[in-house]
């Protein structure tokens, strides 16, 4: 009874492993388009500013 239990338990945390290594790339991937947003609101921003200094 208690043996496919021990079998399946090495199944279970390879998919908790992999299930949270999914969520920290989405995590990572989320944060870095957060910050590649933050980057191009700035450029333009910059942009602006330069293009209000020479005119």
């Known amino acids: 009874m208690l043996l496919p239990l021990l079998l399946l338990l090495p199944l279970m945390m390879a998919m908790m492993?992999?299930?949270?290594?999914?969520?920290?790339?989405?995590?990572?991937?989320?944060?870095?388009?957060?910050?590649?947003?933050?980057?191009?609101?700035?450029?333009?921003?910059?942009?602006m500013m330069m293009m209000m200094m020479i005119g």
């Open 17 to 47: 492993m992999m299930m949270m290594m999914m969520m920290m790339m989405m995590m990572m991937m989320m944060m870095m388009m957060k910050m590649m947003m933050r980057i191009r609101m700035m450029t333009r921003m910059m942009m």
